[in-house]
């Protein structure tokens, strides 16, 4: 029989529906056809020596030498061409009879993960990915000192059914002037679990998950992989910090190093079930209006876009899940078995330095 | 300038890209290739002669003297075969661990809207629609008789891009035991509104909207047809009844008779505009969990689906709509301009009787 789940944070249902259960091989071939990826497009924006295609770099990680907004670079930061938010507008709050409305203050910017054309982050080298999560937290910091800034989402579109328009491998860096309803929601949960329980509601997720373990997918010494309990959709999959910390721009090098392994890891995983299945993955922190957010514990969410939300979702935001997560997990951790670790061998070179030592 | 704007109920942000602002054409290029539908498909299960391939019927309007789960119908309401939530499920809500879990117990009914395969509601007759609209009402007040039962939301998926599997013209009845969270918010922002301004938000928003005209599609005595200030997508567009009511199964015979003309119209404007574009309908109402709504009024959203929500919609909830609601209204007066009215010509007769006399 169907299950409603609460997710005990945001109080959203989830319906998962065992009985029509989904196993991997059924989404794969829902899949669009994909053409092979080169190494480097000439028409890509985002390829190196296309730079004067995009806006001008507001940060990259660059060989010793190599000038702004010209190749040699390894992470490449700019403005979005189409950017949803203005980084140059005031904040002018208006009412507007009953209704409220602003100028869309803010930035919207895009992250190009690396030079390589045809390498997501699933195949990228793990070392390349630590410098992609570094220039999140740089960009974040500096995004920060923002006074009109109150929020920041740091997101990734893969496949075209997740909204991703441009293949080569980037992410988005969205900082807005107000805190979304839905962080609000998410912050209210957390203060009303710890009201009556007197803890933190992700931490006690991860002790409740590390002791059952079915819907555990893997864990290293920093953090925890796992499907969450109303998993809205199919092989959603959470990455958690043991440490409870409000900000990923928190992590310690060594942290942001266990991150990207998990992350290239749970990516690799997702690849081998369902066949470069289309995600979005966001990092979900704390909001940084100035107020104390002491309760909120950061992750990091891969939601793989593999059923079309309809009225439903729509009209009472319950999602149907017709893969139960236990399901998902098992699929996903036996899903590199008998593979090489997806870390690089230790001492291996990481070819360009990034620009900034720490 | 992009423009940020917030819903006054859920205090959901939109944000309005007026300079990428795209117009109606250039969302037809996007739509998939579909075939050209028959009037009857042997194969299709919900055509007339393959009652079998259905559950059993829990309701129809038929010709006098045809038998249940036979052909002579007009109107068919059957379980859906593929149930997200069980009819005969007890309410057993269980602690698991830190978890809150619970049999679906519920229904999930489909209303095949006409024995016709290919007539979909933009261009159906608008007496079949009315006996569409009749069929939501009946069933409403039948399911609404189980004390499992909280929430009820009626939707229609148009397409394939909006979650429609089967292309025979069809809405679905969802009820669940739950509140959803997202009903829960609304009646909460229209609890917050009215303290603070002792009216009704949707009832303001009609005075308003009524007043500027900018956002006007339609109206008729009973309803209003509007695309709303803070829509989420390209021309979302609502059908709100003037009268205050909580419920849309309070409505009287002319009501539904106008309810039935304005929503034929206006799928019949979108269609004009956007070349038959996959779209989800929603009756928005109250809960009905015993609690008094009277602050609630109901409405009908259409929601086109022709952009693909991305990250940023996944992690915040703040859509990116790229056709301003001013410009969508705009479009939709001017669909059926020299055409001639929506309606059938008075005293035009409409086939079958529905069984049920009113």
């Not at 988005?172 to 998410?186: D, E, G, H, R």
């Not at 979702?313 to 090489?340: C, F, H, W």
Request: aromatic share 8%; proline share 8%; charged share 25%.
């Amino acid at each position: 029989m169907p299950e409603l789940r609460k997710d005990i944070i945001t109080r959203e249902w989830v319906i998962v529906a065992k009985e029509r259960a989904r196993r991997p091989h059924e989404f794969k071939r829902q899949q669009l056809v994909r053409p092979e990826l080169l190494r480097h497009d000439p028409r890509c924006p985002f390829c190196p020596g296309n730079e004067a295609m995009t806006p001008p770099e507001v940060m990259a990680y660059r060989g010793h030498g190599s000038a702004a907004d010209s190749e040699g670079w390894r992470v490449r930061v700019t403005a979005n061409k189409f950017a949803a938010l203005n980084q140059k507008a005031e904040i002018c709050r208006e009412d507007y009879h009953i209704y409220d409305r602003m100028q869309a203050a803010g930035a919207h910017e895009v992250v190009i993960e690396t030079p390589l054309h045809n390498v997501s982050p699933a195949r990228m080298d793990v070392r390349d990915l630590e410098h992609v999560i570094w220039a999140y937290i740089d960009r974040y910091n500096s995004l920060k000192q923002d006074p009109r800034i109150r929020y920041i989402l740091i997101f990734r579109n893969h496949g075209e059914l997740a909204g991703c328009s441009l293949a080569h491998p980037h992410s988005q860096i969205v900082a807005t002037p107000v805190i979304p309803q839905k962080m609000f929601n998410k912050v209210r949960g957390l203060a009303q679990y710890r009201e009556y329980r007197e803890k933190c509601a992700y931490c006690d997720i991860l002790s409740v998950e590390l002791e059952l373990g079915e819907r555990l997918v893997s864990q290293n010494g920093s953090f925890v992989v796992l499907c969450p309990f109303a998993s809205r959709s199919p092989f959603e999959t959470w990455i958690v910090p043991r440490a409870h910390t409000a900000s990923f721009a928190r992590m310690n090098r060594f942290e942001v190093m266990e991150l990207a392994e998990a992350l290239k890891e749970t990516l690799m995983r997702l690849d081998r079930c369902l066949d470069d299945p289309p995600y979005n993955y966001q990092l979900i922190t704390a909001p940084i209006d100035g107020g104390r957010y002491d309760d909120f514990h950061w992750y990091l969410e891969i939601l793989p876009r593999l059923t079309t939300p309809a009225g439903l979702e729509m009209g009472t935001s319950i999602y149907i899940n017709v893969t139960p997560p236990e399901d998902a997990a098992k699929y996903l951790r036996e899903a590199l078995e008998g593979q090489p670790a997806a870390a690089s061998p230790p001492g291996q070179p990481s070819g360009l330095e990034a620009e900034a030592a720490r």
